[in-house]
């Protein structure tokens, strides 16, 4: 017998459970074994009764026991249960007062966001106040630099405007005296020397134009070791005998595209300065080569986009050139030369014309050992073309009656063009402003060719041919102009059917490109 247990409850009288385990196979108990077997139990129990007693008392100890036991074990998960339970209540409650917390923290946060932000939008508008004042502060500061460079400059522009009115007024007097005796010998050579004070002063003016980069120029294509070569003789006689010039051409040097007379210009400015700096005589070198910029200039600014280029070094053997002096060369109205022995525009010049001709210049120069001044100008792959010049210096061309208006609000230099005009055979119209000269090109009178100055008060030059050719299309003009704004050509300021030239100017090299004009 494995197990007996007494069973009993209030109203359901006494339950006596007998359990073994049943074997298997033969020894499988059928229902009259279990009967006999149930009874055998029952029957030692009713035998002996003490023992029954005392064997179900051990029971139920056990049973007691094991049910204390139990009990204890609940009471233990039950305190455990209770832990776990207090533990999530205060783990509730803190997690509850964390959300306030950050709750808080939030409002506290966009709070502070918003305080900053208000105080990042009043510190941009005291930066944006700062920057603007700062700027203008800039603008007052360089305008009181140029100022106090045009009052350094006024003596030496001054002279030399005075030394050139003077070659000019001077021979006109002796003209005009020699005529009145009715003496016409030499009248040639004072004629050449106004002529030649005219141009110098006309020079003068465009170098300073082109400082400010507002003079205008006119690119066309250009063999440099030519242009040298025409150059000789000007730099060997402008250079003293103690200068020994070289002129190094490279073969098969690339054509460039850029104004030459700005070329002349810089090329003979170099040379000054070279044969300044060896008062006692050296050794003058121009050399001209191809070359890649990037692999010259490595630290080359980004907007110098074409890296085949044209380089024109002038080198000489004099005094050469501090860091300070060199980081300042370019400036305009900086010079080393004593007062009135140089503006300091020389080198500006230089540089403003290397910009305009989408190039590049650099000074190279140690104290002691001389200075090399690089050109770079962009290599130009088109043909060459004809020669402008060549043309300009012929015989001015006669009219065949065409008929050109003249806008001008200058009246001499209206009444010279018009006068010239008469003389060789065109038609002429003239005007004084462009309202006036926008009324005869919006009448039905024939008009081949206009010309018309650029800065014309009120409606400019510029404006009165927009205008005229909504009636008149193909309407050809030819500007007149003093300064640009910019290099007009390269700035697309022409359309087609349109030129220009700059004053002064000869009159035959007007007339010739009128001609050109009419014919084209």
């Not at 959300?99 to 208000?118: D, I, S, Y």
């Not at 074409?306 to 300070?324: A, L, Q």
């Not at 050509?489 to 220009?500: C, E, H, N, Q």
């Amino acid at each position: 017998m494995d197990r007996f247990e007494i069973r009993s409850a209030p109203g359901q009288g006494t339950q006596v459970v007998l359990a073994k385990t049943l074997p298997s196979g033969r020894d499988r108990l059928t229902g009259p074994k279990v009967a006999a077997v149930a009874e055998a139990a029952t029957r030692r129990r009713m035998d002996n009764p003490q023992e029954a007693m005392r064997d179900q008392n051990r029971d139920l100890m056990r049973s007691l026991a094991e049910l204390a036991e139990r009990e204890g074990e609940a009471r233990r998960l039950n305190g455990e249960l209770a832990e776990t339970n207090r533990g999530v209540v205060a783990l509730h409650a803190e997690l509850e007062a964390q959300a306030e917390k950050l709750r808080e923290a939030g409002v506290n946060l966009e709070n502070q966001v918003a305080a900053r932000t208000a105080e990042l939008a009043q510190a941009n508008e005291r930066l944006c106040a700062e920057a603007v004042e700062r700027e203008r502060m800039e603008q007052d500061l360089r305008q009181s630099q140029k100022m106090e460079a045009v009052g350094q400059l006024t003596g030496g522009i001054a002279h030399d405007f005075n030394n050139l009115l003077t070659g000019i007024v001077g021979s006109l007097d002796l003209m005009q005296s020699r005529m009145a005796k009715g003496r016409t010998e030499h009248l040639q050579r004072y004629i050449e020397t106004a002529m030649a004070s005219a141009n110098r002063a006309a020079a003068l003016t465009h170098r300073l134009l082109a400082f400010a980069r507002r003079q205008p120029l006119d690119p066309r294509p250009t063999d440099a070791n030519a242009l040298l070569g025409g150059m000789a003789d000007l730099l060997r006689r402008t250079l003293s005998e103690a200068i020994d010039l070289r002129i190094v051409t490279a073969p098969d040097l690339w054509p460039t595209l850029c104004d030459p007379h700005q070329l002349e210009n810089a090329i003979l400015n170099l040379a000054i300065n070279a044969r300044d700096a060896m008062p006692d005589g050296g050794v003058l070198t121009i050399a001209t080569s191809n070359g890649h910029l990037a692999d010259a200039i490595p630290d080359v600014k980004p907007g110098l986009i074409p890296d085949e280029y044209v380089r024109i070094c002038v080198n000489d053997t004099g005094t050469g050139m501090p860091p300070e002096v060199i980081a300042r060369a370019f400036d305009p109205f900086f010079t080393t030369k004593p007062l009135g022995q140089g503006t300091g525009l020389g080198l500006s010049m230089i540089y403003g014309f290397a910009r305009q001709s989408e190039g590049h210049t650099r000074i190279v120069s140690e104290v002691g050992k001389g200075t090399t001044i690089k050109i770079y100008l962009p290599r130009y792959s088109g043909g060459m073309g004809e020669i402008v010049e060549a043309a300009e210096a012929a015989e001015s061309p006669r009219g065949d009656g065409e008929t050109v208006l003249v806008v001008e609000d200058d009246l001499v230099v209206r009444n010279l063009i018009i006068e010239v005009l008469h003389d060789l055979g065109y038609r002429s119209l003239q005007a004084a402003d462009g309202p006036a000269g926008l009324r005869i090109l919006q009448s039905k009178v024939r008009v081949d060719l206009l010309v018309t100055d650029i800065g014309l008060p009120g409606l400019n030059g510029r404006q009165l041919a927009d205008q005229a050719r909504v009636t008149r299309p193909d309407l050809k003009v030819l500007f007149i102009t003093g300064y640009a704004e910019s290099a007009t050509v390269a700035s697309g300021f022409l359309d087609p059917g349109m030129a220009m030239i700059t004053k002064p100017f000869a009159l035959d090299v007007l007339m010739a490109r009128i001609r050109m004009m009419i014919e084209d």
